[in-house]
């Protein structure tokens, strides 16, 4: 079983900045490849990132270019930078981490909220 507790989500203005943290721990990090989505109340959750165990990276469309995943297999940790923040990226960020599809797990979530 692994726990996945994310940070970092809060209040930033359009344009702004903020960097998502998730903390694994009761499994072994680098067997996972590891993700973020995002969902917004009555709408499905969606992928935004995704590194996997080797570190390769892909991004859905709408952030390529602002936002950047990455981890650290030292600290059990994968990281989502976000930059140019938009109004419409509010939601609840959620982490992943994916062996099988038996072995998905997800955290709790961290809300994220743009605006002025």
């Known amino acids: 079983q692994v726990q996945l507790v994310e940070s970092g989500g809060g209040l930033v203005q359009p344009g702004g900045s903020l960097r998502l943290s998730c903390a694994a721990s009761g499994g072994i990090f680098g067997l996972y490849d590891m993700s973020w989505h995002r969902q917004v109340p009555g709408q499905q959750r969606e992928l935004v990132a995704r590194?996997?165990?080797?570190?390769?990276?892909d991004y859905a469309d709408s952030v390529k270019g602002r936002f950047t995943i990455s981890r650290d297999n030292t600290k059990n940790t994968v990281y989502l930078q976000m930059d140019s923040l938009k109004f419409e990226e509010t939601a609840v960020y959620y982490c992943?981490?994916?062996?099988?599809?038996?072995?998905?797990?997800w955290g709790q979530g961290t809300q994220v909220t743009v605006s002025s």
């Open positions: 992943n981490a994916y062996f099988t599809s038996r072995l998905t797990f």
């Open positions: 590194i996997t165990r080797g570190s390769a990276t």
